[in-house]
Nanobody, 115 residues
């Protein structure tokens, strides 16, 4: 079955960087778009970035120029490099993909940015 496992979260000071990983299994990774979403306490889950099978990225406006999404098809892994972090980036970060018409989510990884 589809498995998505996020890692790389942690506590960082404002202005710092983190790199999140999303390790995937159970489907043909190279043909799927993989997305990153985040959910802060009391807020709805929101789109952060996605990358399609051709490697083309899309970002939400608030992270453009600070975050970079990439993929390594040999490792079945998508990365989210996050630079210039600020407290508003504090959230649980999830990756997702659609497989056989079903949206699949990982368990999430916590990112906390202190001011």
């Amino acid at each position: 079955q589809v498995q998505l496992v996020e890692s790389g979260g942690g506590l960082v000071q404002a202005g710092g960087s983190l790199r999140l990983s999303c390790a995937a299994s159970g489907f043909t990774f190279g043909i799927r778009t993989i997305g990153w979403y985040r959910q802060a306490p009391g807020n709805q889950r929101e789109f952060v970035a996605k990358i399609n099978s051709g490697g083309t990225p899309t970002y939400t406006d608030s992270v453009k120029g600070r975050f970079t999404i990439s993929r390594d098809n040999a490792k079945n892994t998508v990365y989210l490099q996050m630079n210039s972090l600020n407290p508003e980036d504090t959230a649980i970060y999830y990756c997702n993909t659609v497989h056989n018409g079903r949206l699949n989510w990982g368990q999430g990884t916590q990112v906390t940015v202190s001011s």
